[in-house]
């Protein structure tokens, strides 16, 4: 690939944003929510899996290690991508509309500790992807505690904390096992596979965060919703019009249904070419979901920049990823 071809199509995506949210800068703003809410979800979903790896052990560790470790230690470029958030809060968030209580509006949902919250987190990430702690199980076992902890935290923050608002305890673990469904999707488009067990384990472990992933966030649709619990249940009525419904079908069926009748198939989980197909397949389901939770309540407005938001990110670190040492395919 020519050195000069990503910085363009960056520039391009830039561009598009730009003349797709032209004089709208609430749409802007909100459609970079989503593209970081999103684009995040790989970094932070490999490292999880790297630390898994550092304390179970196993061959898939270094299989997948080529497109894990790089994409891990490029969670440092995510404290650029969360500047605008940062800058254009106000026109993305409206906490004073969700009618909480003064003290949690005053001291949890203050911008201050709103963004320090994310900034900590980043930094967390970041010192345990470039010191390697995968590799002493200890360390390992540490920073996926750590990795935990702040996974109960800042989904929540980025996506339910927009209006109408919900909380829920199970979010942060689900939005955790989504992103690393998301980044083994992200390994088996990119990681060279030879043909036979190498595969066979990237199709079982894609198996097991896909069914996890289904369990935190889809079962926790179904007994909200069938529970009628009312402080919880308007957050889903938000997304039940204007055909985010569909949506959100769309992402159950190519992120969920379609890879796990896929890789049912022996033929599927024996060839490199056939797993990368169901490896698009998953990011692509995983996009939508995550569109399905931000955007309705910003209207469709916002659907156009958000691809090219999306686009300008992933082209970005892209490059960047291109010309520094991110690599150290070593798990």
Not at 154 to 161: H, I, N, Q, S, Y
Request: charged share 10%; proline share 7%.
């Amino acid at each position: 690939m020519k050195p000069w071809l990503l910085p363009l199509l960056a520039l391009l995506a830039a561009i598009a944003l730009a003349l797709s949210s032209w004089g709208d800068g609430e749409a802007a703003a909100r459609a970079w929510l989503c593209a970081f809410v999103l684009v995040s979800t790989v970094p932070i979903g490999s490292l999880a899996l790297l630390l898994v790896q550092g304390i179970s052990g196993g061959r898939w560790g270094s299989d997948l290690a080529p497109a894990l470790v790089p994409a891990a230690r490029a969670i440092p470029l995510l404290f650029l991508v969360f500047l605008p958030v940062i800058i254009f809060r106000p026109l993305i968030y409206d906490w004073s509309a969700l009618k909480l209580p003064h003290n949690v509006l005053a001291y949890y949902l203050n911008p201050f500790f709103f963004d320090a919250r994310t900034l900590i987190g980043l930094a967390i990430w970041s010192l345990l992807a470039w010191t390697g702690a995968w590799r002493n199980q200890l360390f390992a076992a540490l920073g996926l505690v750590a990795h935990f902890i702040v996974m109960t935290f800042l989904p929540a923050d980025w996506v339910r904390t927009i209006v109408p608002g919900s909380a829920s305890a199970g979010f942060g673990m689900g939005f955790g096992i989504e992103q690393m469904f998301a980044a083994l999707g992200f390994a088996a488009v990119l990681t060279p596979q030879a043909p036979g067990r190498p595969t066979r384990d990237l199709a079982g472990i894609l198996v097991t965060t896909l069914l996890g992933t289904v369990y935190f966030l889809y079962m926790a649709f179904l007994i909200t919703w069938y529970g009628n619990v009312p402080e919880k249940v308007h957050w889903y009525v938000a997304r039940a019009g204007n055909g985010w419904p569909l949506v959100m079908l769309a992402s159950f069926l190519i992120g969920a249904a379609a890879p796990f009748l896929a890789v049912l198939s022996p033929y599927v989980r024996r060839e490199p070419a056939a797993l990368r197909a169901v490896g698009i397949l998953v990011l692509l389901g995983v996009a939508l979901h995550v569109g399905w939770m931000v955007l309705p309540v910003y209207g469709g407005i916002a659907i156009a920049p958000s691809i090219f938001a999306i686009l300008l990110i992933a082209f970005a670190i892209w490059a960047v990823m291109r010309f520094l040492p991110f690599g150290g395919a070593r798990a």
